[in-house]
């Protein structure tokens, strides 16, 4: 059964910082891995989809890497901004079958 | 790009009512598409997987009876609340992916606050 986790769980960081948040899966049979960003009282969106043959993807500030065998991804966030603020969620793809989501990681970025 | 959207997108109810939530496809077939629901500071867990033209599979701890759901359509699926209560105040989101299987989008989600 795949099981997602995401470290830290909350992160408080000043305006400007670089940062990195963590996700790892179990099971490395997946399809692709998806980052999203999800507001308060609002939907997901998705901020970067990374495919099962690829290593990392960008957009702007935004960097998302992928290592299958280890069961691993990264999200670097670039110049931090206070609208960077939210909760950032990793989920796993298997195969077109549901997401599995991880917990999420709750970003402040202070002005 | 492939849109997913979701009806109401808040609705708040008393106890004991039921609630029909809609999640359609708007520019491409869907013959599985997935229901999640999120309780506060918890991640999205899957409720069931909604197949066109067959019952819906669900999720160890959901309850079939309660939480209806209707794959009436290739772009259309229904999930019912039925007789709801504030246990059941969540925010309920489903996603469908694309016939190629290349990827999921994600419905807009819905907000539910039963009284």
């Known amino acids: 059964k795949q099981e997602v986790t995401q470290i830290p769980a909350a992160l408080s960081v000043p305006e400007g910082e670089n940062l990195v948040l963590n996700c790892s899966f179990t099971?490395?049979?997946?399809?692709?891995l998806q980052w999203f960003r999800q507001d308060p009282g609002k939907g997901l969106t998705s901020l970067l989809l990374i495919q099962s043959s690829q290593r990392e993807q960008t957009s702007g500030r935004l960097n998302a890497s992928l290592d299958k065998s280890s069961g691993r991804s990264t999200l670097y966030i670039a110049a931090s901004q206070p609208g960077d603020s939210a909760t950032y969620l990793c989920?796993?793809?298997?195969?077109?079958?549901?997401?599995?989501f991880g917990p999420g990681t709750r970003l402040s970025v202070l002005p | 790009g492939a849109v997913v959207s979701q009806h109401p997108s808040r609705v708040i109810c008393k106890s004991g009512t039921s609630v029909k939530i809609e999640c359609r496809s708007l520019d491409f077939q869907a013959t599985t598409m997935f229901w999640y629901r999120q309780f506060p500071k918890q991640s999205l867990m899957l409720m069931a997987t909604?197949?066109?033209?067959?019952?819906?599979?669900?999720e160890q701890g959901v309850e079939k009876d309660k939480f209806l759901i209707n794959h009436a359509s290739l772009t259309l699926s229904t999930l019912t609340v039925t007789s709801a209560h504030p246990e059941d105040s969540s925010f309920y989101i489903c996603s469908a992916p694309t016939r190629e299987g290349e990827t999921q989008y994600f419905g807009p989600g819905t907000r539910l606050l039963v009284l």
């Open positions: 989920a796993v793809d298997n195969y077109g079958q549901n997401f599995v």
């Open positions: 099971d490395s049979a997946i399809y692709n």
């Open positions: 909604s197949n066109e033209g067959s019952k819906a599979t669900y």
